[in-house]
Antibody, heavy 117, light 111 residues
Framework: EVQLVESGGGLVQPGGSLRLSCAASGFAFSEHWVDWVRQAPGKGLEWVGRAKHKPDNYATEYAASVKGRFSISRDDSKNSVYLQMNSLKTEDTAVYYC????????WGRGTRVTVSS | DVVMTQSPLSLPVTLGQPASISCRSSQSLARSDGSTHLTWFQQRPGQSPRRLIYEVSNRDSGVPDRFSGSGSGTDFTLEISRVEADDVGAYYCMQNTHWPPTFGQGTKLEI
């Protein structure tokens, strides 16, 4: 079964850090780019960043709203992608999804991040 | 960034009747190679988004043929020929022609 599973969310204070994981199974993970997309409570979808695959030198890209605070890495040997989030702000509160927005792979169920004091 | 504007934001519909959602981009989404990277996602209540249509008009596997996409340049449309109860949720257009990828605000389809 094709599956992506996010984990690592939780409650963190402003200025804190959190590391999210995205574990893939059931498909050729190494052949895909992986995007992180977030959804603030009651709001729409926002692209956060991307980890490209080996042919693209594992390049990463970030939305302006998170650049310099978030970093994405991937480990193809573990079929996993990670989102390291530092200097968190209240506006980073959202459900974070991983997926490939350029493909029909089903997204994960998401992991909730709450930034609050 | 390319701004994606959907209308309406809320769409009350009647079962069995058609529905249409508009999506407009602030720049043309046509690439020089002829491709247009306009995608439609469906998000049912409490679920993660699911891709329905890619490159304007191509339905993903398993998507009922009641759903169709059309358009070009800056104007795009998602149509549902006969709405079913299972179609309730939010629909988002997304462009991936220009960096960064951007989404529309979403249209909430309600019976």
């Amino acid at each position: 079964e094709v599956q992506l599973v996010e984990s690592g969310g939780g409650l963190v204070q402003p200025g804190g850090s959190l590391r999210l994981s995205c574990a893939a199974s059931g498909f050729a993970f190494s052949e895909h780019w992986v995007d992180w997309v977030r959804q603030a409570p009651g709001k729409g979808l926002e692209w956060v960043g991307r980890a490209k695959h080996k042919p693209d030198n594992y390049a990463t890209e970030y939305a302006a709203s998170v650049k310099g605070r978030f970093s994405i890495s991937r480990d193809d040997s573990k079929n996993s992608v990670y989102l390291q989030m530092n200097s968190l702000k209240t506006e980073d509160t959202a459900v974070y999804y991983c997926g490939d927005i350029g493909d029909s792979l089903p997204w994960g169920r998401g992991t909730r991040v709450t930034v609050s004091s | 960034d390319v701004v994606m504007t959907q209308s309406p934001l809320s769409l009350p519909v009647t079962l069995g009747q058609p529905a249409s959602i508009s999506c407009r981009s602030s720049q043309s989404l046509a690439r020089s190679d002829g491709s247009t990277h306009l995608t439609w996602f469906q998000q049912r209540p409490g679920q993660s988004p699911r891709r329905l249509i890619y490159e304007v008009s191509n339905r993903d596997s398993g998507v009922p043929d009641r759903f169709s996409g059309s358009g070009s340049g800056t104007d795009f449309t998602l149509e549902i020929s006969r709405v079913e109860a299972d179609d309730v949720g939010a629909y988002y257009c997304m462009q991936n022609t220009h960096w960064p990828p951007t989404f529309g605000q979403g249209t909430k389809l309600e019976i």
